[in-house]
């Protein structure tokens, strides 16, 4: 391949990651009463709070931490998605919110979605090797959410 050839491929490589920074996804936290997040209420056993925070809130709450790559395109769009949609599937900063028949679908499906190793996302272990389930921490999460579904229930 001709050297100018290289060169202009690399220029035009420089110059679209440079112009997909433009496009800007949004990284926001939204604001949320305390009194309707899941740890308000003192029903989350303090073990347990630490394993989803470290684990599961940057997706699945309002509190997400946004490092430095999240400001990056294509990287920001990929983790903005994540974000959004984990907080669609289940907000722990809006949980009780949720209607009780809700909740208890959640804490099942949260218990089944740790077990089988399907949270958190393998994309977001890569970069977040701390937020990894041990056997230990999906037992005590799945405990906890069988117990809290029940008392849910009744």
Not at 4 to 12: G, T
Not at 98 to 109: A, F, G, I, T, V
Request: charged share 25%; net charge neutral.
């Amino acid at each position: 391949m001709p050297q100018s050839l290289v060169a202009r491929l690399v220029l035009a490589g420089i110059v679209g990651f440079v112009a997909i920074q433009a496009i800007r996804p949004d990284r926001t936290n939204p604001a949320f009463e305390p009194a309707q997040a899941i740890d308000a209420g003192g029903h989350v056993p303090a073990d347990v709070a630490l394993v989803l925070k470290r684990s599961c809130y940057d997706c699945h709450s309002n509190t997400t931490r946004w490092p430095w790559y999240s400001h990056i395109a294509p990287m920001s769009w990929g983790m903005a998605n994540h974000v959004k949609e984990g907080r669609e599937a289940m907000n722990f900063s809006n949980w009780n919110t949720y209607p009780p028949k809700q909740k208890m679908k959640r804490l099942e499906s949260m218990c089944d979605e740790v077990r089988q190793g399907k949270m958190p996302l393998g994309s977001y272990l890569l970069l977040h090797g701390d937020a990894k389930l041990s056997e230990a921490d999906w037992r005590l999460i799945c405990d906890w959410s069988t117990d809290e579904s029940d008392k849910v229930g009744r």
